[in-house]
């Protein structure tokens, strides 16, 4: 774990430098680094990690967002509907807001219709607080590639796990590394592309 976190830093500061981006951006990699060894550990996502990290991440949107652009933006008497949903969609402070529930609002819904198919639980609520968790910080435009990227990664995994078992299908598997695994991915990439 300690030199996973020592790559973290390293690979944090490299591509984002000595900022306060790189600070918040290393907060969000720390809890998602613990919440995957206690994921793994223990199947349980703990809210003391998830809950503030929500909070965190729309504290880090609030603090990048241009208030004064913003509200002169908002004022234009020319500015319409459409204009202005575009405005406060692609603002920091409403990005981290929207990523929050979205992230949390689908994967809630996923678990809903699982529990009414299946008539039991297939994803804690400790998924639907991480995903909400990563909305916070990478925004409601990761919600979908980081949904799809674990999905795609879990599958092959679980797979991989049910061959070795040969056919054992019970077998619990945590979804929220591969959670924590897209969203780092997802951060790296993003940041990367936006710069090319």
Known sequence: MEILSGIICALSVWEFGITLQTFFYLI?????VVVTFIDIE????PNVITIPGIFI?????????????????????NAHTYRIASILANQPAFDSIFGAILGGGLLYI???????????????MGDVKLLAMIGAFLGWKSIIYV???SSVLGTIVGLAIIAHKRGNMK???????????AAALYLFISKAYLRI
């Open 171 to 181: 077998y619990a598997l945590p979804f929220g590394p591969f959670l924590s695994l």
């Open 147 to 149: 949904m799809l990227i």
């Open 28 to 32: 969000f990699l720390f809890c998602l």
């Open 110 to 124: 996923i678990a809903l219709i699982y529990f009414i198919l299946r008539k039991r639980e297939g994803m804690g």
């Open 42 to 45: 223990h199947m349980i996502i």
């Open 57 to 77: 991440g729309i504290v880090y949107g609030v603090a990048r967002t241009d208030w004064g652009n913003l509200t002169t933006l908002l004022t234009d008497s």
